[in-house]
């Protein structure tokens, strides 16, 4: 069972355009959401967070917009650089549970 | 250290073999969580710590999988007679309260053979 799925396993953008990520979640106890961005034989890392009180974050070339119906969340990256190709994944918390539960992940490839 | 740690970064076992992963995580940080990453996938959960008590360990595989965080500060997930399908790499990570981020080690690459 996939709480959390993203359903595009990979993207391609060039240089300089909009990369958006979309991701989809089916726990409506779901409340704060975050995006990681993973290189290769590395952690993942922290790029971005949204709570569900909030429809949109923004910090820097980053943005996450939630749509709490459609329970749907995206994150635009605008303008897209060759250093943002890595494997981003979302990843969703309960309150009541305190458990990170994450989705399988995008490619993004940014080419110039 | 400034940053959650894991130890060793890569092991290999021989299908049979017990191995211990270790995790330090960030000083003062409450959670601590340990993930499998199977090549292609996203992470999944196995286990959560709030300071030394196992709140949640309903990922875990199989009763060969073994987590402990006695002192609320370092955690070792313990793997008995591994098992080719354990082949994986296992990310620990750590927060210092629910709600906001967690922050990842680089992971321990391991490989049963």
């Known amino acids: 069972d996939q709480q959390v799925k993203q359903n595009s396993p990979s993207l391609s953008v060039q240089e300089g355009r909009i990369s958006i990520l979309n991701c989809d979640y089916t726990n409506s106890m779901f409340d704060y959401f975050l995006w990681y961005k993973k290189y290769p034989a590395e952690g993942p890392t922290f790029l971005i967070s949204?709570?569900?009180?909030?429809d949109k974050n923004e910090d820097g070339r980053f943005t996450v917009f939630l749509n709490k119906s459609a329970k749907h969340l995206s994150l635009h990256i605008v303008p897209s650089q060759p250093g943002d190709s890595a494997v981003y994944f979302c990843a969703a918390d309960a309150r009541n549970t305190d458990k990170l539960i994450f989705g399988t992940g995008t490619r993004l490839q940014v080419f110039p | 250290g400034a940053g959650v740690s894991q130890s060793p970064r890569y092991k290999v076992a021989k299908r049979g073999q017990d191995v211990a992963l270790r995790c330090d995580p960030i000083s003062g940080h409450v959670s601590l969580f340990w993930y499998q990453q199977a090549l292609g996938q996203g992470p999944e959960f196995l286990t959560y710590?709030?300071?030394?008590?196992?709140?949640?360990k309903s990922g875990l595989p199989s009763d060969r999988f073994f987590a402990e965080r006695p002192e609320g500060s370092v955690s070792t997930l313990k793997i008995q007679r591994t098992q080719q399908e354990d082949s994986a790499v296992y990310l620990c990570a750590s927060r210092r309260a629910p709600m906001t981020e967690a922050f990842f080690g680089q992971g321990t690459r391991l490989t049963v053979v």
């Open positions: 949204i709570s569900s009180i909030k």
């Open positions: 710590f709030q300071n030394e008590a196992q709140l949640d």
